[in-house]
């Protein structure tokens, strides 16, 4: 019995990491698609009111959150150095 619930639990690990690197994925892309628009929407110049306001509309993010994600930007944005090549 030790050998079937030592497989049990092992199919269930294996389980548990595919769902996870699944979720992960998607979070991962979502993060670099709200990057992708702020980026644009500054290149655009739109105010900051208007930024904040179609990440919400588009992204389906509270107001708390689109402010989250624009301030991280900010944050970010100015700590890239890209490598010379």
Do not use: W
């Not at 998607?26 to 739109?46: F, P």
């Amino acid at each position: 019995m030790c050998n079937l619930s030592e497989g049990i639990e092992r199919k269930g690990i294996r389980k548990g990491m595919k769902r996870g690197m699944r979720k992960g994925m998607r979070r991962g892309m979502q993060l670099g698609e709200i990057r992708g628009v702020i980026s644009v929407y500054r290149d655009l110049h739109l105010p900051e009111q208007k930024i904040l306001q179609n990440l919400e509309e588009k992204f389906h993010l509270t107001p708390e959150e689109a402010r989250q994600y624009l301030n991280q930007y900010k944050t970010q944005r100015h700590n890239y150095s890209p490598k010379a090549e």
